[in-house]
């Protein structure tokens, strides 16, 4: 087990599987946590489970953890001893020594078959001693089927099983009073009614034979049908204030649940519930059902949670990523934080034009500016992090020469300083993406900049960029293409000399060979 899940599945049922495998395919991080006490463990075969009928219950839990485990999800045995509330999610401690933590809870833990108290019973759960027509009928069809009676439902049960045989018996154990239309029902339907007390089950050579009255009389049987309280295995909801409501049929309490929404989602933020423990009539296709309903519902709620962080870490991103600090924590978190190659547009541009005087805007580490002054020009590289500048120095005087000597470097807020006017024979800026206003601002002071007979070179990334795999920072608002800027600028000062957007050979973080754009402006003062 890992330490931290997107959710912890409790409960390893079809309802629980059902539900991981949707987060697992959704690409959650899921534990699920199972104690190995399926409630149809005993049954011979699932039913009414479209595609898998008649399939045993261990073999579709099989396959279904095999499942989950293929798209990534992981399953251990062992019980949920607690859950508590660990800021925005869940602690839940597995067999009282390891504790996990999830930013949600699906709980499958299903329910309590209670039985009544007759001896011999038990042992005959879910292989001759049923409860469900639907799940066993067709399996006795044409049997002789004994209804004990257990509450007022007992006429009803006995009816919904004389579908399957017309040996139906209604064992009156005491616990249900006839009225004369109920009378009438059951004989009209040939299910006989057999008084007084049942005592006990009886069984010879694995296999139920019939039940013995407490007067000593004899009732054969091939299987016996009995009502049970079903009661949701919810203990370890308490600590969260979940607690089970009763279910009532035709007025009657057959049960107990945990409320919940079609979804499953509970009372209580980022727990929700499927199967049995929420649905008592719920078979295995419908709990593997509503699992999958339940987390597909988690998987929404926490894209939503996502997008609500994200959102935040984007605005203060957007907030900060101007300011010098933002600037130098980047460059201080690594050796490098560019490639130490000149921009290639820079390169398509000015290579072998004759040298003066290059302003080159967000210096950075010094690449461009290096290369310019190889070529003669007199450099003045402006950043506003310092420790970028003082390796752009540190290029320039290991290219060697009097190269160095040809460069001025200048720290300053590109938002707040301005350039001197009509200072260089080449201004050129590389990327600098900003908000529109201040990005306008400081391209007009750019503009400002540029001598007669000079000439201004912006590059950005295109906006199209970010429909690639490139991983562009998602801000649209900051990228431009070459056409805006040129509108932007003055003309009657300014020729435009191209306003493109120019494809470029890249490789994405994934090794990907891809197309980029660059959008180039080049113009030259009038």
Same mark, same amino acid.
Do not use: C, K, Y
């Given at each position: 087990m890992d330490d931290r899940y997107d959710v912890v599945v409790v409960g390893g049922g079809a309802a629980g599987l059902a539900g991981a495998l949707a987060l697992a395919?959704?690409?959650?991080?899921?534990? #699920? #946590? *199972? $104690?190995? %006490?399926?409630r149809n463990a005993p049954s011979d075969g699932v039913h009414n489970y479209l595609g898998r009928e008649g399939t045993p219950p261990g073999q579709l839990m099989a396959v279904g953890r095999d499942e989950v485990t293929g798209y990534g999800g992981q399953i251990v045995a062992g019980r949920v001893d607690a859950v508590e509330r660990d800021g925005d999610g869940f602690a839940v401690t597995v067999d009282a020594t390891r504790t996990v933590r999830a930013r949600r809870l699906l709980v499958t833990t299903g329910l309590v078959d209670e039985l009544p108290q007759l001896p011999g019973l038990s042992q005959r759960w879910g292989r001759d001693v049923l409860h469900c027509p639907y799940c066993h009928g067709w399996e006795v069809r044409d049997r002789r089927i004994g209804v004990l009676a257990t509450g007022p439902l007992a006429v009803h049960q006995a009816l919904l099983w004389r579908q399957w045989s017309p040996h139906v018996l209604l064992l009156a154990h005491d616990a249900v009073t006839l009225d004369a239309e109920q009378a009438e029902q059951l004989a009209a339907r040939s299910v006989a009614v057999v008084s007084g007390p049942v005592a006990a089950v009886e069984v010879a050579d694995d296999r139920l034979t019939g039940v013995r009255l407490a007067g000593? %009389? @004899?009732?054969?049987? *091939?299987?016996?049908?009995?009502?049970?309280? /079903? !009661?949701?295995?919810?203990?370890?909801? =308490?600590?969260?204030?979940?607690?089970? #409501?009763?279910?009532? /049929? $035709?007025?009657?309490?057959?049960?107990?649940? &945990? +409320?919940? *929404? +079609?979804?499953?989602?509970?009372?209580? +933020?980022?727990?929700?519930?499927?199967?049995? &423990?929420?649905?008592?009539?719920?078979?295995? &296709?419908?709990? =593997?059902? =509503?699992?999958?309903?339940a987390g597909a519902a988690i998987n929404a709620d926490l894209v939503e949670e996502d997008t609500r962080t994200a959102v935040a870490e984007h605005r203060r991103q957007r907030e900060t990523m101007f300011t010098e600090a933002a600037w130098e924590e980047r460059y201080q978190a690594r050796p490098a934080v560019w490639s130490g190659r000149p921009n290639p547009q820079l390169v398509a541009e000015v290579d072998g034009t004759p040298p003066g005087r290059a302003l080159d805007v967000g210096c950075g580490e010094g690449a461009d500016a290096v290369w310019l002054a190889e070529r003669g020009w007199r450099v003045t590289g402006v950043d506003i992090s310092a420790t970028a500048l003082a390796r752009a120095a540190e290029h320039a005087e290991a290219a060697g020469g009097q190269l160095a000597e040809r460069i001025e470097w200048t720290h300053a807020d590109l938002l707040r300083w301005s350039p001197e006017p009509g200072g260089y024979d080449l201004v050129s800026a590389q990327f600098m993406h900003l908000p529109p206003q201040p990005r306008r601002e400081l391209f007009a002071r750019l503009a400002d900049a540029v001598a007669p007979g000079g000439r201004l070179l912006i590059v950005g990334h295109h906006p199209r960029d970010l429909r690639t795999t490139a991983r562009r920072p998602h801000y649209?608002?900051? /990228? @431009? !293409? =070459?056409?805006?800027?040129?509108?932007?600028?003055?003309?009657?000062? @300014?020729?435009?000399?191209?306003?493109?957007?120019?494809?470029?050979?890249?490789? *994405? +973080?994934d090794g990907r060979d891809i197309v980029i754009h660059d959008a180039v402006l080049l113009a030259r003062r009038r």
């Open positions: 395919r959704a690409r959650r991080s899921v534990l #699920v #946590v *199972d $104690s190995g %006490e399926p000593g %009389e @004899f009732v054969e049987l *091939d299987a016996l049908v009995v009502a049970t309280r /079903m !009661t949701a295995r919810s203990t370890v909801l =308490a600590s969260l204030g979940l607690e089970p #409501v009763d279910v009532e /049929m $035709s007025g009657h309490v057959i049960g107990s649940r &945990i +409320p919940a *929404d +079609p979804t499953g989602a509970t009372a209580v +933020p980022g727990v929700w519930v499927a199967g049995n &423990i929420t649905d008592v009539s719920a078979q295995v &296709i419908r709990a =593997a059902g =509503a699992g999958m309903m649209p608002e900051m /990228m @431009f !293409t =070459a056409e805006q800027v040129a509108a932007e600028l003055d003309a009657q000062r @300014f020729e435009v000399l191209a306003a493109q957007a120019r494809p470029r050979a890249a490789v *994405d +973080p």
